[in-house]
């Protein structure tokens, strides 16, 4: 039915259908279970406290690492180097530490240490015999951050941290030295491999060394760090606190073919988020010539605040925040305070200047509108959402941002009373534009009932005309993120879709009437469905699928596909949709890089691009949301350089595309494990490793 280059099919039936296995159990499994009933008494189905199993230690981490780091991907591999870090920074902004290194060995393992205090190592009261190191490497939420008094603000709030890495890892090494004396203990896979060994005094050290490798057993076989991303990560603690000296060391048998990553760096940012904010718009036009910036407190108190704000004249603009050094990539209530702040204070600044009625209809999105900012909090005992700390929710934060960023944004509006004119001119512009296109909207695409309610997620395109224009519909809010910094906002629309949709040729209507995801599908696209689409009212010229290049993404465009073929029709064969095709690998080598689709299109390239004896990086990317905005445009998005596949019907007779359809997406299992018989010699070693 699609016409796909080198599709993939998807893992098997839907979840809802009844595996064909289930169908043929025989009576020889009967006699156990009403065996296993007899044996137990009365209990029902052999269920007794046998079954109940207790997890002690680390094993709970094991078992699920999803709970503790969000999973067993790259991300979550990187948060290992985090929760590390972390603890190194807390003993700095404690004032105990001055410097911390990272260090990367060719042979996988990552060692991190400071200067701090050191952890613990005598008896702990509870455990005499466990000296505190082994307490808190081995033992869930200890810690020496549940009280204010060791620690006024920390990122490590959990407990839990340093003792998932052991946990995680195929082997931890972690010297402490206190008092003149160093001490030494060895993990694996969590336990211990033996006792606290006192190695002896020592002179000027002092201070927390843990050296780790990532156990392959949770994370693959070919799982490593990052170089780059390690680089990145440690600079940009040492930008949040410019009292720390952050040293970086990297084998550099590692760094051949990566050329923005040093062998040996030095960070210290005594500017702090400036700094850090006048690097990342180097060469952008800014609306005003000087970034906002200022502090509030200090870093080892409670309520302590920094932030950075430039508006750039052609940029979409960002906010990166931090609470405790720890990126909140999800925001929180600290950006909601930063957000009033500054809208507070411009409107305050033209009511001053009499302007009131101009920005009246100014909200907080037109003020972040192109705005590049940076804001870090340092707050005792901050409430995060999970243990990976995305989201920061402590409501009290709100009110220590907005109190500490409105008064200096007024007097620093009051002082430039020039670059506060271009600003307020500049925020009034957009607020001007984003009613105009939402009038323009209402008039050029109105629905049925002459209004349009366009579902919230819909980042829509300036562009009034369905020529032209596309609307590019993603899996998953990270990959809509990519997206939507990566599309040109005048004529593409980014939709992201919550995981895998509905499977409609299995589903009953009225399954299908009440999934918001489908009509939220149905809504951006403007042209109704069923018996109700009129081709001449769909809102974009190209309606297209932009799923991972893997058998997820593909099983989630043949969903999508097969919404379209049953509810629209007619979109299909008016050439109206289309498959995006992003790559599958990154290949770079002596400033040259390619992308592949796929592992054939990988070869090609590594035999027509590169040397035979070149040693290339290849780069996996694992979805969409892991790519960069600007790798994601090149790649994908942008016309002039991307490859779209248009999604046709190969037969004219429709009685056959109904039939494959049913076969493969219905509701009868045993025609699609028939199918998948059929065709199994087609299936590779490449789909079955995925």
């Known amino acids: 039915m699609a016409k796909s280059a080198q599709r993939k099919p998807a893992r098997g039936p839907d979840l809802f259908s009844d595996p064909p296995a289930a169908a043929r159990r025989t009576a020889q499994h009967r006699p156990k279970a009403a065996t296993r009933r007899e044996a137990n008494g009365s209990a029902e189905g052999g269920y007794t406290a ?12 094991r078992r699920r690492p999803g709970m503790y780091i969000g999973g067993t991907d790259e991300k979550a591999l990187h948060h290992l180097f985090a929760e590390v870090i972390d603890n190194a920074m807390d003993e700095a902004l404690a004032g105990h530490a001055g410097f911390i290194e990272v260090a990367l060995a060719a042979d996988g393992f990552l060692t991190v240490s400071d200067n701090g205090r050191g952890i613990p190592v005598d008896p702990h009261p509870k455990f005499p015999k466990k000296s505190a190191l082994e307490v808190i490497m081995c033992t869930l939420h200890a810690g020496g951050k549940f009280d204010s008094k060791v620690y006024e603000t920390s990122g490590g709030l959990h407990g839990v941290g340093v003792s998932v890495v052991n946990a995680l890892s195929e082997t931890l090494e972690i010297e402490v030295a206190r008092s003149s004396q160093l001490y030494r203990q060895v993990y694996r896979r969590g336990k211990p491999t033996n006792g606290l060994e006192k190695l002896g005094r020592v002179h000027n050290r002092r201070g927390t060394k843990v050296r780790f490798k990532p156990d392959p ?19 940009a603690k040492a930008y949040l606190f410019g009292g720390v000296e952050i040293r970086w060391r990297c084998d550099e048998a590692l760094l051949k073919g990566i050329d923005d990553v040093p062998a040996e760096e030095t960070f210290h940012f005594p500017a702090g988020l400036q700094d850090y904010l006048a690097s990342t718009l180097e060469g952008e036009t800014l609306v005003h010539p000087d970034i906002f910036t200022g502090r509030s ?54 009511e001053r200047t009499g302007q009131g009625k101009r920005a009246a209809p100014v909200t907080s999105d037109d003020v972040m509108s192109g705005a590049g900012a940076m804001l870090s909090v340092f707050i005792r005992e901050p409430e995060f959402q999970g243990q990976t700390k995305d989201r920061l929710a402590t409501g009290e934060a709100q009110r220590i941002v907005e109190t500490a960023v409105k008064d200096p944004f007024d007097h620093w509006l009051a002082g430039n009373p020039g670059q506060a004119t271009k600003l307020l001119d500049w925020v009034v512009e957009r607020a001007e534009e984003r009613l105009r296109r939402r009038q323009e909207k209402e008039i050029a695409r109105k629905s049925a009932v002459r209004k349009l ?19 590019f519909i993603v899996e998953g809010d990270s990959a809509g993120g990519s997206a939507k ?25 009225d399954k299908l009437a009440q999934n918001q995801q489908l009509a939220d599908l149905v809504q951006a696209l403007g042209c109704g469905a069923g018996v109700h689409f009129r081709d001449d009212d769909l809102r974009y010229e190209k309606v297209i699928v932009m799923t991972d290049a893997d058998v997820d993404g593909a099983h989630i465009a043949s969903l999508l596909i097969t919404f379209f073929y049953r509810q629209m029709p007619r979109l299909i064969e008016n050439g109206h949709l289309y498959l995006a095709v992003p790559p599958l690998y990154r290949l770079s080598h002596g400033g040259k890089t390619f992308y592949a689709r796929d592992d054939t299109h990988k070869d090609e390239l590594l035999r027509r691009e590169f040397h035979a004896n070149a040693k290339v990086e290849i780069g996996r990317f694992k979805g969409l949301g892991e790519m960069l905005p600007a790798q994601l445009k090149e790649t994908t998005m942008n016309r002039a350089t991307r490859t779209l596949l248009r999604v046709k019907l190969l037969t004219e007779d429709r009685s ?35």
């Open 297 to 350: 407190g200090r870093p080892g108190a409670n309520g302590a605040v920094e932030w950075a704000v430039a508006w750039t004249a052609n940029g979409d603009g960002f906010l990166s925040s931090y609470c405790n050094t720890i990126p909140t990539a999800d925001g929180g209530t600290h950006e909601s305070g930063f957000r009033t702040a500054l809208l507070r204070a411009l409107k305050d600044h033209a």
């Open 50 to 61: 046998r079954d109940i199993e207790v997890l002690e230690g680390l094993e709970p981490v």
């Open 217 to 235: 057993e949770i994370f693959g076989a070919k799982a490593k760090f990052s170089p780059q991303r390690l680089f990145k990560m440690a600079r």
């Open 453 to 471: 309610r366009l579902p919230g997620k819909l980042a829509d395109c300036s562009a009034t005309a369905a020529q032209g224009s596309e609307i």
């Open 656 to 690: 056959d595309t109904a039939k494959s359809v049913e076969r493969l997406m219905g509701t009868k299992a045993e025609a699609r494990f028939t199918f998948i018989s059929e065709h199994a010699e087609f299936a590779s070693d490449e789909m079955l490793d995925i």
């Open 485 to 509: 910094q990566a599309r040109d906002r005048q004529t593409q629309a980014v939709l992201p879709l919550r995981g895998k949709i509905l499977n409609v040729a299995s589903a009953g209507k």
